[in-house]
């Protein structure tokens, strides 16, 4: 449970919000490199309650500017592509990649063009996706997670929107306890081997242990069958919203980032890499269930339907526990279904440790972010070096130990 005030501190990313000025630290994951054509169509970006626009120079650069152009507000969306410049239609003010101002027709001394400052943002491509630092001054190190080293072949990234506050859909990447439950019509199908998921079926209370780490926590989720082996899921967050997700693949894996679009939208990252096949030829099941075509957002079309098709004939009959299918349009339900939760009323239990300690990491970081201090530790964060686990283990085994050494070796295999 947290009072009002804890839970507005977590959830109102609007501009002029703490949790707004801490995002805005961060290196941020806006859309998919191949959204961006050279010389093509701008592309409008909402991020943390903001308008922005984004396009792609004949020379391949890509350029990050606020949507409104600085002259007198019109959107830039609508701008001329052309000479590695986006210039705004309305009296040809011209922006360069960085966003500096590089032409003003209508001035007669061209000096006027450095008084327009702040329109521009960094930006760098990694793993197929453009990332920006909305910040003021140097941008941190640079989150650079294994994928990020991956092209299109091997990397494919997939965005997608939801209508629920950014806490929400996080909360539920860290809550291993719903995953038997919620997402029961393929845990409990074993014609699905792919990614471990099964073992979790008819066993809902794991142990958690939370550990801190400079980026943010590891999870460990451990699962006892009373057998010789136990099921250990492991989940390595990266505040404030990324988390990578065990699969019992070492070569493959996924992540999935939450970015707050405004206090009810979520932009939601689903990303996929293997290191030794192209990725489209191992994508595991859930990552096409039900879902559109398109990597720039594979919901769109089932956003708006009610309760994302939810078949009530199918959940009475026994075919389904949800009702609604695929595994990542569950997660969407469940958090869409109160746009911000009210988080003074809930009853947390033994199974929601992971969802305290996220709760507390976070403030602590807004903490930090307000004071001016270190909220993001990317110096002692050796972000290439994440990797998440699934495995069986012999009951008794030191997870910590097993972990790290499991971690050890999936790093020398994408090095490799
Ligand atoms: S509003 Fe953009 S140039 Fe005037
Ligand atoms: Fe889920």
């Excluded at 941020?28 to 120079?57: C, D, M, N, Q, T």
């Excluded at 960085?98 to 960094?122: S, W, Y």
């Excluded at 009210?342 to 992971?354: I, K, Q, W, Y």
Aim: proline fraction near 5%; include cysteine; charge should be negative.
């Amino acid at each position: 449970m947290l009072t009002a005030e804890q839970n507005r501190l977590l959830t109102d990313v609007s501009p002029g919000t703490p949790l707004n000025r801490y995002w805005k630290r961060q290196w941020i994951p806006a859309l998919r490199s191949a959204a961006l054509e050279p010389g093509g169509a701008p592309v409008k970006v909402e991020l943390l309650g903001e308008h922005y626009v984004a396009f792609r120079g004949d020379n391949g650069e890509a350029g990050f500017l606020r949507e409104a152009c600085p002259h007198r507000g019109v959107s830039l969306a609508l701008g001329r592509n052309e000479n590695n410049r986006l210039t705004c239609i309305f009296h040809g003010w011209s922006f360069n990649a960085e966003g500096r101002c590089v032409k003003m027709p209508t001035e007669k001394d061209q000096g006027f063009c450095d008084k327009v400052k702040g329109q521009g943002f960094r930006v760098r491509e990694g793993g197929a996706i453009v990332w920006v630092y909305l910040g003021e001054g140097e941008p941190p190190a640079f989150t650079d997670y294994a994928f990020t080293y991956l092209g299109r072949e091997h990397c494919r990234p997939r965005a997608s929107y939801n209508e629920a506050n950014w806490l929400q859909n996080l909360e539920t990447l860290l809550d291993s306890a719903h995953i038997g439950l919620l997402h029961a019509d393929t845990t409990a199908d074993k014609r699905l081997p792919q990614a471990g998921l099964q073992l979790v079926s008819g066993n809902d209370t794991p142990k958690y242990t939370l550990e801190s780490r400079p980026y943010g926590l590891r999870s460990y989720s451990l699962r006892t069958s009373g057998g010789e082996q136990d099921y250990l899921r492991v989940t390595e967050f990266v505040a404030p919203g990324t988390a990578f997700i065990g699969t019992t693949d070492a070569e493959a894996g996924f992540v999935i980032i939450v970015v707050p679009v405004n206090n009810t939208r979520s932009l939601q990252w689903y990303v996929y890499w293997d290191t030794r096949q192209p990725i489209d030829q191992n994508l595991p099941d859930f990552a096409l269930l039900g879902t559109d075509e398109s990597d720039d957002n594979f919901a769109a079309s089932r956003q708006g339907t009610p309760n994302y098709g939810q078949d009530r004939a199918a959940m009475r009959a026994g075919e389904s526990w949800s009702g609604i299918p695929g595994v990542i349009f569950e997660d969407y339900a469940v958090a869409e279904s109160i746009p911000i939760v009210d988080r003074t009323r809930e009853f947390l239990g033994s199974g929601d440790l992971a969802i305290v300690r996220l709760r507390r990491e976070l403030m602590e970081r807004i903490r930090l972010s307000e004071a001016g201090e270190d909220c993001l530790k990317a110096e002692q964060s050796d972000y290439r070096a994440l990797r998440a686990l699934a495995a069986m283990i012999p009951v008794q085994t030191d997870i910590r130990v097993f972990t790290d050494r499991q971690q050890d070796e999936r790093r020398k295999a994408f090095s490799a």
